[in-house]
């Protein structure tokens, strides 16, 4: 007996799927299937052009164009694949005999409810249209924003993804983003403080400074990266026991850290093996002694 139910059942929604195929099926196919090849089609059209427009409208100087490129063409992507979502939605559902006006009254009502209380959500995605138009940073930047700093991830119309140098990960909503200070745009300055004792030539100091960025510029791990060899340029401070000087070069944006890195340990060896004298911090071993047979005495 159940199992009569069953296939009369089973039937019984068969016939109904058919006449459904037979009025409505190949209107709903064709609106998936035309949906389907037009976002096909903008996955594979689109990347390209945009990306030939975004590099033929750079500056000549600018070497990173395509991480811009990149992180425009992931946010438009994104927003493209919501749209066709909605836009299936609405189309196929009249298909399947829903009516979409009290959907759509609904959720114009719902919707003013919600941007009351979503001015927020708003304003990120406001903000985060403006960053992207003005370019103020991309996937891959180090960057400063809202008090962190980090490198970017991942850029929404809503959110910028940071990661800083210990590896937390950071969501940071655009719409808290005011000043946005960008480590790594068009080229990076290397300032390393030195200090070197009174009574020091400067002249020389600033010779060997010279030699050891021609010794950086010709090493091949270094060469593509030093855009202008270090030198000594500006006396900072002349303070209690030492005089301290500014050794500058200006690098690739993303060798800022590794090149200010070398040239420290280059100037340390440097200094060394021209006897250039540096301060050094007393240490009192003496005193101490002095002291101790004071005590003894």
Known sequence: MFAGRSG?????????LEEWLDSS?????????????????????????????????????????????????????????????????VTIL?????????????LGITGLALALGAQALVRDAINGMFLLAEDQYRRGDVIKIAEVMGTVE?????????????????????????????????????????????????DRVGSVVTTMGNQLAADPRFRALVVDMPRL?????????????????????????DVAAEVRRRLAEAFVAEKVRVPFASVGLEDDSGDSAKEKG
């Open 94 to 106: 009249p298909e399947l005999g829903v009516n979409i006006t009290a959907i759509v009254t609904g």
């Open 25 to 89: 099926g190949p209107d709903v196919l064709a609106i998936i299937a035309t949906l389907t090849a037009l976002y096909l089609a903008f996955r594979v059209v689109f990347p390209r052009v945009a990306r030939a427009a975004i590099i033929r409208g750079a500056h000549p100087a600018d070497d990173e164009i395509e991480k811009r490129a990149d992180t425009i063409m992931a946010v438009v992507q994104r927003t493209a694949g919501v749209a066709f979502v909605v836009i299936g939605a």
């Open 233 to 257: 340029t500006t006396v900072e401070d002349v303070g209690e026991g030492a005089i301290t000087a500014i050794v500058t070069a200006r690098v690739r944006p993303s060798a800022r850290w």
């Open 154 to 202: 991942d850029i929404t119309l809503r959110r910028t993804i940071i990661r800083d140098q210990d590896g937390v990960v950071h969501s940071v909503p655009n719409g808290s983003i005011g000043v946005v200070s960008n480590y790594t745009r068009d080229y990076a300055q290397v300032n390393v403080p030195v200090r070197v004792a009174y009574g020091e030539d400067l």
């Open 8 to 16: 009369v059942l089973l039937t019984s929604i068969w016939d109904e």
